[in-house]
């Protein structure tokens, strides 16, 4: 299962390789290599001086795995930016070991003082299969198929009129349960946005299917402060819709103490959302990204966190649009996550959109050379106003091409200061 790396960049990765193992050592470590194939898992082992001849291919990596001896971190900056870009594309990075400077710029990746042969081989397990579903966007797990209720289970002749009649009214039964479910999860929508003469709203809310694994909420907390956040549970259907529902809940804006209240600062929202999801120990290693935002509306300052999710992208008249980058682990894997926040000053005339990554297709791609790359028609919608530009949005949305496995829930959640 495991490759060293090869003499040209075209014959480097030809297929989808789960690790990629980034090291100078002169092979992977005995022990490492029987887990990998143990685990069903492909692995490329690649010098550091080597990541530029398959920079543009991370389509075909799954996670990545940094097993550095100190002397090798001659320039830890250096391999900060191939972190910084590998996480851009949604690739898990795990340290087995790790210059200071780069256990800074990663945060909660696996560390081991003392390289792979002191790895907890569960703990690494783990760690790779969250990568991997996160990277493949699906749980990754065997599931049991699903049983029809014990009122469906009758005995029928083998004849297949009788067979077809009960397949039918089971197809029916699921789609109509299905159609009540999108309806209850719709019911946690805000069913009003907080519009005033200074403030308009806009939202875009498309699943792929009845039921959506991406949510959102807008809540005026006081006479000044709204909080609002795009959710997305990494999966699809009715696993995924019910996780979402289980956010809304759990996703606390604001705490009331006897006759008075706390507004939760948007690290301390994604803090406790995440202590919550990982204590819940969910089944499938199921995990969500988020961003949290909270407004101050008289001074018209933001402060916003993030967890795995697309950046939050400002929009300035006059000026091309800015992602407001910001670190932040996933929810519901590690409950000793880290996570921080930032403020930012805004103006009149300003627009703030988030967005759930299933928009990235019309929204924006990275390129490791000039970083991140909105769409022309992205650029143009975000010139109107905002009724007008999430009209302009919405059709872009529905009017994507892409194959079915690849189509994603889509949400979008913006306001304009007029």
């Known amino acids: 299962m495991t490759r060293a790396g090869k003499s040209t960049s075209d014959d480097l990765l030809v297929d989808f390789t789960d690790i990629l193992y980034f090291t100078d050592h002169q092979q992977v470590p005995g022990w490492l290599q029987k887990f990998f194939k143990q685990k069903g898992l492909s692995c490329l082992r690649l010098p550091v001086s080597r990541f530029s001849e398959i920079a543009h291919r991370l389509d075909l990596i799954g996670t990545v795995l940094i ?87 009758k005995t029928f002749s083998n004849r297949l009129a009788d067979q077809l009649m009960v397949t039918e009214a089971m197809v029916d039964n699921i789609s109509e349960q299905l159609r009540l479910a999108s309806l209850v999860q719709r019911d946690f929508l805000p069913s009003a946005l907080p519009n005033n003469e200074h403030l308009r709203w806009g939202t875009c809310f498309l699943p792929t299917e009845w039921v959506s694994g991406d949510i959102y ?24 819709a019910l996780l979402t529902i289980f956010i809304k809940q759990a996703l606390e804006m ?27 120990k969910l089944s499938g290693y199921q995990f969500a990204t988020c961003c949290y935002c909270l ?33 932040g682990s996933l929810l519901g894997i590690f409950e000793q ?40 028609e992205f650029t143009e919608a975000i010139q109107l106003p905002i009724d007008e530009m999430f009209e302009r949005i919405n059709t ?14 889509i949400t979008l959640v913006g306001f304009e200061i007029l």
Request: hydrophobic residues 35%; glycine residues 8%.
């Open 217 to 240: 909420d807008i809540a005026r907390l006081d006479e000044k402060h709204i909080g609002f956040y795009v959710a997305d549970v990494v999966g699809h259907s009715m696993p995924a």
């Open 337 to 376: 996550a880290i996570y921080k926040q930032q403020s930012i000053q805004l103006q009149e005339g300003d627009k703030i959109l988030l967005y759930s990554d299933g928009a990235d297709p019309f929204v924006g791609h990275f390129d490791d050379k000039k970083g991140f790359i909105f769409t022309d």
């Open 254 to 280: 604001r705490q009331t103490l006897g006759d008075d209240y706390r507004i939760f600062a948007p690290y301390e929202v994604m803090h406790n959302l995440n202590v919550k999801m990982a204590g819940q």
């Open 295 to 327: 407004l101050d509306t008289k001074t018209l300052e933001m402060t916003y966190a993030r967890a795995g999710h697309p950046y939050p992208v400002l929009i300035r008249n006059g000026e091309a649009p800015k992602q407001l980058e910001i670190r």
């Open 67 to 153: 097993d550095l001896k100190d002397k090798e971190f001659a320039q830890p900056h250096k391999l900060a930016k191939i972190i910084e870009l590998l996480e851009q594309n949604s690739i898990g990075v795990i340290l087995l070991n790790a210059h200071p400077e780069i256990k800074k710029k990663t945060g909660n990746g696996l560390v081991s003082d003392n390289g792979a042969d002191d790895i907890n081989p569960d703990e690494l397990w783990l760690r790779i299969s969250v990568n991997l579903a996160y990277r493949k966007k699906s749980p990754g797990m065997v599931v049991k198929p699903a049983k029809p209720p014990r009122g469906t289970i």
């Open 396 to 409: 872009l949305a529905q009017r994507q091409n892409a194959d079915l496995d690849e189509i994603d829930d």
